[in-house]
């Protein structure tokens, strides 16, 4: 029997989100629960302003619900991957990580092809192991 509020295809953690929400005026949380365009608004605008930001507080169960029903569960962990790109990702850890050998080292040699890869990654990652798990057949 499932345990209340666990998914059979939890995707995303929650603590993961409310400690990005902590530098939410930035829109890590929203980027990590897969909504780049409301993402890059909170980060053009710290936030809405603090307002949305404050309000992501209590949204942030059902952004994971959203996410969890949204993406495809699989032997990547989508908050591992997430994590590397958030902190290293100029790096490439998080595309070495995915298996994307040659992508990450060009990112660990042109600081993260030069930030515009790490942006574009942080529109795309969950998509891009969704359908790592989707072409696995998982």
């Given at each position: ?26 829109g ?84 993260g ?26």
């Amino acid at each position: 029997m499932a345990q209340h509020g666990l998914s059979l295809n939890d995707t995303h953690s929650k603590v993961i989100g409310y400690l990005l929400w902590i530098f939410g005026f930035t829109g890590a949380h929203r980027f990590y629960y897969g909504k780049p365009v409301t993402g890059t608004i909170w980060f053009l605008t710290l936030g809405l302003f603090g307002i949305g930001w404050l309000i992501d507080l209590f949204l942030i169960p059902s952004m994971d619900r959203q996410a969890d029903l949204r993406f495809r569960a699989g032997p990547t962990s989508y908050t591992l991957a997430w994590i590397l790109l958030t902190f290293l990702g100029v790096f490439g850890i998080h595309r070495m990580y995915m298996g994307k050998w040659i992508t990450g080292l060009i990112y660990l040699l042109t600081g993260g092809l030069f930030l515009i890869g790490v942006l574009y990654d942080f529109w795309t990652l969950n998509d891009q192991i969704s359908l790592k798990h989707a072409r696995r057949g998982l």
